[in-house]
C-alpha cells in the first residue's frame, strides 16, 4: 500500500484520539486537523477552516492532494459534505470516511431513524411522533402516557434536545416549549415522543463500507454532570471499555439483531453509508434495544475506543474505500482503557474561558486528549466546557481509571472539575 494524506475534521477530544491513531500508521503521509486544537496540533497540521466550510474544506483538500477526508462530528455529514464532494470531478476521487446526507438522517432525524427501525423489526423504545399541526392530540397522548415519558428533538440539538419527564405536567410543558417556542429552532418543529426504557446504557460501533462491516472495541460513557449519575446531561464525563456484560449471548443477540438488519436494511435501500455506526443500546434484562444512531463516533468514546483498536485505522479506511472491509480481522486489546474528562467550573451551563492549564509535564502511564483547549502566549489555556480527556490502560477498568484519576490531580487550573466515580457500575 503507498502512503496517504489525510484530512481530519473537527476540534474536539474525539479528533485528537482520532489524530492520535491515525498517526501510529506507516500509511499516514501527512495529516492535516480542521480546524484541531493543541492536542492535534501536536500530530500534524492544524488549518483554520471551521467544519461548516465546504468550500473552504474542499480547496484544503485540493492544496493539500488529500487522499481520505474523516468528517470528525454530525454536522457536516447532516448538512451533506459527503455529496457536496462527489459531486465536485476535483475531489471526488477522495475517500469520505462518513454516510451520504440521506444516510446522516439516522443520527439528523430521529423521525426517520425510528421508521427505519420499524421497517427492518429492529428492537426500539414504541413512539409517536407529533408537530404543530396535531399538536393537541400530542398533549392528549401525553396525559395518558406512563411515566416517565421521553421527548425527543427530531433534528439535531447539540444532545440537549432530549427530555425525561416525571409528570405528565414537565412532560406538557416540555412539548410545548420544544413546539410552540421553538426551543430547539427547527430541530423541534417534530418531537417523537418514546415510552422509557429501563437498564444500563451501552455504546457498540460498527465501521462500515456499505456492505462488509467490522465491529470496534464498545464502549460505555457516562453523560450526567454529577456522581451517581445525577444533574444535568454534560458531551460526555468519561468512558470505559470494554464494557463487561458486552459479551456472549448478548452481543449475539446485538448483532443479530441490531447491527446485522442496520447494514443489509441501509444497503437494501440503496442509501450510501460508509464509516462509523454508532449504536447508542440499552440493555434491558439482557435484551438488547437501539436508542439512537450516530453517523460518527462518540465522544468521549473514541478515547477509549482508538486505544483499544490494534489495527491500523489508515489500512482500515483505505479498504471501506475500497469495499474491501471484508479483508479485515478486528483486534481488540485485551485491556481496558478508561478516559476521566476535566471540564471547565460551570460546565454544562455558562462557563469561563481561557485558565491557564499546568502540570502537563507530570502526567506519566496516561495519554492526554485534548477537548476544549487552546493556545494563548504560549501557554494551553481552557477554552471549552469539556477540557481535556485522560486516557489509561489497565488489567481492569479500576487498574485504568486509578491511573486516569492519579493524573487528573496533577493537570491544574482554576475551577477544575470532573466525576470520581466513572465505571462505578464495575467495581
Known sequence: MSSYNILLLGSGGRENALAWKMRQSKLCKELFIAPGNPGTAQLGSN?????????????????????????????????????????????????????????????????????????????????????????????????????????????????????????????????????????????????????????????????????????????????????????????????????????????????????????????AENIIYNGFVFFGLINVGGEPYVIEYNCRMGDPETEVVMPRLENDFVEMMVKMGEGKLNEITVQHDKRAACTVMLVSEGYPGSYPKGRVMTGFDKVQGSTLFHAGTANKDGEVVTSGGRVIAITSYGNTIQEALATSYQNAEHIEYAGKYYRRDIGYEFK
Open 47 to 267: 488549518l483554520n477552516i471551521p467544519v461548516s466550510d465546504f468550500e473552504g474544506i474542499k480547496q484544503a483538500c485540493i492544496e493539500n492532494n488529500i487522499d481520505i477526508l474523516v468528517p470528525g462530528p454530525e454536522d457536516p455529514l447532516v448538512n451533506g459534505l459527503y455529496d457536496y464532494m462527489k459531486a465536485d470531478d476535483a475531489v471526488k476521487h477522495i475517500i469520505i470516511v462518513g454516510p451520504s446526507k440521506e444516510g446522516a438522517q439516522l443520527e439528523g432525524s430521529k423521525a426517520f431513524s425510528k421508521k427505519f427501525m420499524e421497517r427492518h423489526n429492529i428492537p426500539t423504545a414504541a413512539y409517536r411522533e407529533f408537530t404543530e399541526e396535531n399538536f393537541e392530540e400530542g398533549v392528549a397522548y401525553l396525559r395518558q402516557h406512563s411515566l416517565p415519558i421521553v421527548l425527543k428533538a427530531d433534528g439535531l440539538a447539540a444532545g440537549k434536545g432530549v427530555v425525561i419527564a416525571q409528570s405528565h405536567d414537565e412532560a406538557i410543558e416540555a412539548f410545548t416549549t420544544m413546539i410552540k417556542e421553538a426551543q430547539f429552532g427547527d430541530a423541534s418543529k417534530k418531537v417523537v415522543v418514546e415510552q422509557f426504557l429501563t437498564g444500563i446504557e451501552l455504546s457498540v460501533f460498527a465501521f462500515t463500507d456499505g456492505k462488509n462491516y467490522v465491529l470496534l472495541p464498545e464502549a460505555k460513557d457516562y453523560k450526567r454532570i454529577g456522581e451517581g449519575d445525577t444533574g444535568l446531561n454534560t458531551g460526555g464525563m468519561g468512558a470505559v471499555s470494554p464494557v463487561p456484560f458486552a459479551q456472549g449471548d448478548f452481543m449475539n443477540k446485538v448483532v443479530e439483531r441490531i447491527v446485522n438488519p442496520t447494514i443489509s436494511g441501509l444497503a
